[in-house]
């Protein structure tokens, strides 16, 4: 194999074609991280490559291919975005990643030591947004530190936080020939108890909660709640001691703060939160003075069937056998409680106040609305209107009469001459008249036979 190149010797080539080298900034056990223009775009990148002593490791590299996969399938935007892979011409994988501007987390302890609460809850939420995300996916960092998380300048958003090196330690603790011990299990001071007495079955997304609280404190304090100079003696503090009291240094600082960040350093994994948000919203609140909306501890179905008897044990497997947290996603094994607890009371303890004030208060918001969107009743009024008594409208018979026809009576025959001859004195005109019991307007709608009606007119004419 030939040897290690001096990382700075890279500086000027060019990877594939597509990308120029500029300048080294900085390395690290897995390898170093450059400066480097994207030809084709003139964008600037950064650009991960792998040790050349590790590109022989067929493991080493499917985990770093892997490492890739799993952070541009994230996608989440506190955690550093990865643009493209590829492979070196003398056989190193690397990745390129979007190019930040700003300092990590590490250099600004160093340079200002402290930091106001507010900043440090500012950054907690962001780091536990991001590690949430990745621990749904069943995704561990285990090598949360100060030197992992960068503080990107944003216009408008002070120290926007983005997550490095994700899953790198996770990479290299599969296989200890990687590097030496102490990197594989990730770094001493922000090590959990399970990491520290390598319990590697034990080891889950409880780690970076425990890791995300040693930085907290540190931002607070100016020093982290387990230091010391020899490596023994600092692997005892984590398994055996307890950090010291934090509010005597920090007087502005609310009691209930330190007792959220005293919880999630629990030397049991079960004894912190349920989750890594949970703890950030817990310290959020304690810190500002506000409840914290926690997620309640799921309760298992496996767990419920085993309280109560219901679980049978396959040939060969121990009864009541710790369960192996190999992955994140058992994340909700977490908040079980290992000692018999009886169902109802477990039950009833995740009940909080809030959750039913705030009940009420939907219920009461709900009631309002709808009283208020139905429709007003109308009034009924009375109006007193004058209108003229009227007589309801006389219709004409369905079948009207035909009033008799006006009777003549005979005239003596005698031989009359033809043509036109004077009307005798002694004939009278005779007047035809309706019945005598319909009255006035009856007779006036009531219509005359037609064929009366023309030989009355008839007679009537020659008469006159």
């Known amino acids: 194999m030939p040897a290690e190149p001096r990382p700075d010797a890279l500086v000027g080539t060019v990877l594939e074609g597509a990308y120029r080298i500029t300048r080294l900034i900085g390395e690290g056990g897995m390898g170093a991280v450059y400066e480097a223009v994207q030809l084709r775009l003139e964008k600037r990148v950064a ?22 996969e799993i952070t541009s399938r994230l996608g989440h935007p506190h955690l550093v975005g990865v643009v493209d892979f590829g492979q ?12 930040l501007e700003g300092e990590d987390l590490d250099q600004r302890l160093r340079r200002v030591r402290r930091m106001p609460i507010e900043a440090v809850v500012r950054v907690v939420r962001q780091v536990a947004s991001a590690l949430s995300a990745a621990h749904a996916q069943g995704i561990i960092h285990r090598d949360l530190k100060p030197a992992n998380i960068f503080l990107v300048q944003v216009p408008g958003e002070p120290d926007f936080v983005k997550v490095l090196d994700f899953g790198v330690s996770k990479m290299m603790a599969a296989h200890t020939r990687l590097t030496n011990a102490a990197v594989a299990m990730g770094t001493p001071t922000y090590m959990s108890p399970e990491q520290a007495t390598g319990q590697i079955d034990a080891i889950g997304h409880q780690v970076d909660q425990w890791a995300l609280a040693c930085i907290a404190w540190e931002m607070l304090l100016g020093t982290p709640p387990f230091a010391a100079e020899d490596p023994i003696a600092l692997l005892y503090q984590i398994t055996k001691m307890e950090p010291h009291p934090l509010t005597p240094h920090l007087p502005g600082l609310p009691p209930a703060a330190e007792e959220e960040l005293r919880r999630a350093l629990s030397k049991r994994p079960a004894e912190r939160f349920p989750t890594i948000r949970d703890f950030a919203r817990a310290f ?35 009864p009541n056998a710790p369960p192996v947290d190999l992955a994140p996603q058992d994340e909700r094994k977490s908040g079980i409680d290992t000692e018999r607890v009886p169902i109802r009371a477990r039950l009833w303890n995740r009940i909080r106040p809030i959750h039913a004030v705030v009940a009420a208060a939907l219920l009461l918001l709900g009631a309002f609305f709808w009283f208020r969107s139905r429709p007003a009743p109308t009034p009924v009024t009375t109006k007193t209107i004058n209108t003229p008594v009227t007589s309801p409208p006389i219709t004409a018979p369905s079948s009207p009469t035909t009033p008799a026809p006006a009777t003549i009576a005979p005239e003596p025959t005698e031989a009359k001459p033809f043509g036109p001859q004077p009307e005798p004195s002694h004939v009278k005109r005779v007047k035809v008249t309706a019945p005598a019991d319909t009255t006035a307007r009856e007779r006036a709608r009531q219509p005359t036979a037609p064929s009366a009606r023309p030989k009355i007119k008839r007679r009537l004419i020659q008469e006159l």
């Open 88 to 99: 070196a011409e003398t056989g190193e994988p690397y990745l390129v990643m979007e190019y």
């Open 284 to 318: 959020e609140g304690a810190a500002f003075g506000r409840p914290a909306d926690l997620t309640p501890s799921p309760v298992l179905v496996s767990a419920v069937m085993e309280s109560i008897g219901y679980i049978e044990t396959q040939p060969g497997e121990t």
């Open 47 to 68: 650009i991960k490559l792998m040790a050349r002593h590790l590109a022989a490791n067929r493991e080493a590299v499917a985990r770093f291919h892997r490492e890739a």
